[in-house]
Each structure stands twice: as structure tokens, then as C-alpha cells.
């Protein structure tokens, strides 16, 4: 009976904590995001795995037309073959729903344009920035993180 309780108790411990963890890469995208960008598909599928919705996001020009990987964590938005841009519901401190105030204070001061504001991100590979939309009351409605010289 004691060999019974003590492969059960084993069971609990090492078995069940599989089913619980985070997707593969979650941490390190509510970390950074600007991590992801630059990754080919590749390795965001092998991070991710098959992504749960693919779309098309149409440009101006046929040049700026992408395709979006979407998973829980973000959306990857690719051309040719590498993540240029991704769109999270929360990082460096900020989420959506946030009030201009809790922004600039978690970003500095961004440069403000007609419905978004564009905030410089350190990097060690390219430039990058941080796009916030705002709703009509000046709330966070969207957050991308993109390379600013593609």
C-alpha cells in the first residue's frame, strides 16, 4: 500500500505540473518581445508550434502586404521568411486598456501622431519601436513592436 501511495504522490508531483506550464516562449514574450523580431518562421513555429489562425494583413502597397501567425501569445506579422513586427496585449510594463499617463510613464514620452504614439526601444540588433493605438477616450488599443528600418 506504501508503494502504491508513494508512485501516486510521485505521479502528482512530476506529471501534472507538464499539463500547467505556459506555452513554449511565453515568458520570454511577456519579457521582450522585441526578442521575436527578426526570427524566421521556422523558429517560431518550432517555439510556438502550428499557429492557431493565419491571416493576410494587406499594405498600401503590395510591398507591405504580411502574413500573420497568430497564437495566444501575440501576432507575428512576416515577410518573406522573418518576423518583423509582433502585436502583444501587454509588455515593458504596459497592456492594453491602459490610460495615455500609465503609458508615458512606463515608456517616457513617445512622439504622438494621429491616433498612436511611437515610443524608441533599445535594441542590439536593430532599431526598435513601440506603436501604441489609442481608442477615442486615449486608452492602449493596440501594441506592436516592429524594426523601424525595414
Known amino acids: 500500500m506504501k508503494k502504491i501511495t508513494w508512485v501516486c504522490i510521485c505521479l502528482i508531483v512530476f506529471y501534472v505540473p507538464l499539463f500547467t506550464q505556459e506555452p513554449p516562449g511565453a515568458q520570454e514574450v511577456a519579457q521582450d518581445p522585441s526578442l521575436l523580431v527578426g526570427v524566421s518562421i521556422s523558429d517560431l513555429i518550432t517555439r510556438y508550434g502550428v499557429p492557431k489562425q493565419v491571416k493576410a494583413a494587406r499594405g498600401a502597397a503590395e510591398w507591405q502586404d ?27 510594463g504596459v497592456k492594453e486598456g491602459d490610460p495615455r499617463t500609465a503609458v508615458n510613464r512606463a515608456l517616457g514620452e513617445g512622439r504622438d501622431f494621429n491616433g498612436y ?22 486608452r492602449t488599443e493596440g501594441m506592436y513592436i516592429f524594426r523601424s528600418d525595414f
Open 66 to 92: 504580411d502574413v500573420v501567425f497568430i497564437y495566444d501569445s501575440g501576432e507575428y506579422y512576416v515577410y518573406l521568411d522573418r518576423v518583423w513586427q509582433v502585436r502583444v496585449k501587454s509588455a515593458y
Open 117 to 138: 504614439s511611437l515610443y524608441q526601444r533599445p535594441s542590439k540588433m536593430w532599431p526598435i519601436m513601440i506603436r501604441i493605438n489609442w481608442t477615442a477616450s486615449g
